[in-house]
């Protein structure tokens, strides 16, 4: 059962635009979401994340939102830049379980074009 | 600063062999230590984690065995590899008792099992 669904494998977007990256859960215990970006053969390097009781977190070019209701959450990319292209991450802690993992997606490939 | 090293950075190895991969963290004390796998085409898959030394959690039974000797190192093993084992690892860490949010990752092992 997969808790953690990205369900784009891949995204392409031109550089200068939005990337919106998006993230679907379904277990209502998960309090905490988090986004990773990996670069082929690196570890996944931690980028943003959220806590449930916030709808929204910025840091620079990157926005996360979260939609509780819908169990929802997107990382926003703006403007995207070629550099940006890698395998994002989605993945969740779940309060109820053990404060020592976290549940990851399977990714999206993004690519930024020139 | 923390820093996370594994090595081999890459490793083939036949059938039936043994397995050893090592990972160490420097700049932090007591940390929560992590193996995942990463398998061609899918996501990210917690294998074992640590919160001390000599304390393993098992999230998948498998071939694959991990120990702490030591604060700061994890080891994760095998005593016959299987075709299946092929993959990326990766080694993570974390801190804190209340509950550990951010993962930080390693520059992974690519193991081929032929």
């Known amino acids: 059962d997969q808790q953690v669904k990205q369900n784009s494998p891949s995204l392409s977007v031109q550089e200068g635009r939005i990337s919106i990256l998006n993230c679907d859960y379904t277990?209502?215990?998960?309090?905490?979401f988090l986004w990773y970006k990996k670069y082929p053969a690196e570890g996944p390097t931690f980028l943003i994340s959220?806590?449930?009781?916030?709808d929204k977190n910025e840091d620079g070019r990157f926005t996360v939102f979260l939609n509780k209701s819908a169990k929802h959450l997107s990382l926003h990319i703006v403007p995207s830049q070629p550099g940006d292209s890698a395998v994002y991450f989605c993945?969740?802690?779940?309060?109820?379980?053990?404060?020592?993992?976290?549940?990851f997606g399977k990714g999206t490939l993004l690519t930024v074009n020139p | 600063s923390q820093t996370i090293h594994q090595w081999p950075a890459t490793l083939v190895q036949p059938v039936g062999s043994p397995l050893s991969l090592e990972c160490t963290v420097e700049?932090?004390?007591?940390?929560?230590l992590y193996w995942y796998r990463q398998a061609a085409g899918r996501g990210l898959q917690l294998l074992f984690y640590?919160?001390?030394?000599?304390?393993i959690s098992s999230e998948v039974p498998q071939n694959l065995s991990a120990s702490r000797p030591q604060d700061r190192q994890f080891i994760l093993s095998s005593k016959k590899l299987l075709l299946s084992d092929s993959g990326f690892y990766l080694c993570?860490?974390?801190?804190?008792?209340?509950?550990?949010?951010?993962?930080?990752f390693g520059p992974g092992t690519r193991l081929l099992v032929l």
């Open positions: 993570a860490w974390s801190v804190g008792t209340s509950g550990a949010r951010t993962q930080y």
């Open positions: 277990n209502s215990m998960f309090d905490y």
């Open positions: 959220i806590s449930s009781i916030k």
């Open positions: 993945a969740a802690r779940n309060s109820g379980g053990s404060n020592y993992k976290l549940t």
């Open positions: 700049g932090t004390s007591n940390p929560n």
């Open positions: 640590s919160v001390g030394i000599g304390q």
